[in-house]
């Protein structure tokens, strides 16, 4: 258990093997590692589920084997290996008797950080694959829109909610001004009203569809009228989605979710076309 007020993340570590003075020396190391980034505990149990690390003694009978073993458990880096430099029947341990001391703490925090930095790459592909990060010229980012809306109300409603969804968002007044700045920006799709004085939804969604670099860029009508001729007018335009205001959040998000999921399958599909 963590000690009250400390916050770092703990880790669990069981040992196979290990000889009771290095127990000993182990628990003295994890004791005063107070201004460590992690803190460790030795697992009083070795069920599966039951500890985060292992240290394992390559030098008594039965540890290769017990270490691999683990390795089928645990992620192979987190198997820690103890042993001599000397053997010539193995490959370098990690963990060498004669530096244990001074070493366990480093090889520790090593895995841990290999750890830690394989979760959050696995959780950047999935926000990846899901559409919420975009991957781009080597950088990271989240998914842009364009709001297009003369009421400023609404465009400042509209952003926050996106903001909300986890969607970065920049919002203009007018359907001319929208064209000015997609003509100079990438976004991921375009929200825009129908009705505005200069150039209506409508006629901005038909300027998109006919730019060959902006057309696969989706389209999202927001507006309040809600008739058949209404909605057969914005499929005609070429809008990818039709929502009628007031709208919900949850209609909000489900309409922008499955969008930016079919971007990044699209663009997936394009790379991987690409590299064929």
Do not use: W
């Amino acid at each position: 258990m963590s000690e009250v007020g400390d916050i770092r993340p703990e880790f669990r570590v069981a040992v196979f093997g290990l000889a009771t003075r290095f127990q000993r020396l182990l628990e003295v190391v994890l004791r005063h590692a107070r201004h460590n980034r992690y803190r460790f505990c030795l697992s009083t149990t070795r069920g599966p589920g039951e500890f985060d690390i292992a240290l394992v003694d390559m030098t008594v009978a039965g540890g290769p084997e017990v270490a691999q073993t683990l390795g089928h458990v645990l992620e192979k880096e987190a198997v820690l290996k103890v042993g001599r430099r000397t053997d010539p029947d193995r490959p370098r341990d990690d963990l060498l008797q004669n530096s244990f001391v001074s070493q366990v703490l480093f090889a520790l925090n090593r895995v841990v950080d290999g750890k830690l930095s394989r979760r959050r790459e696995a959780e950047v592909a999935a926000a990846v694959a899901s559409g919420m990060v975009i991957a781009e010229q080597g950088e990271r980012r989240r998914p842009r829109a364009l709001v297009v809306d003369d009421s400023p109300t609404v465009r400042r409603q509209v952003s926050l909610a996106l903001h909300q969804i986890g969607v970065d968002s920049e919002s203009v007044a007018s359907a001319q001004e929208a064209l000015d700045v997609l003509a100079m920006r990438r976004y991921e799709m375009v929200l825009a009203d129908v009705v505005m004085p200069d150039m209506d939804g409508y006629r901005l969604t038909r300027a998109i569809k006919r730019n060959r670099a902006l057309r696969g860029m989706p389209v999202i009508l927001l507006t309040s009228r809600s008739s058949p001729f209404d909605l057969a007018r914005g499929a005609l335009a070429g809008c990818n989605s039709y929502l009628v205001k007031p709208v919900s959040m949850q209609s909000l998000r489900e309409t922008v979710v499955r969008h930016l999921r079919k971007i990044a399958q699209r663009r997936r599909t394009e790379r991987d076309y690409s590299y064929a």
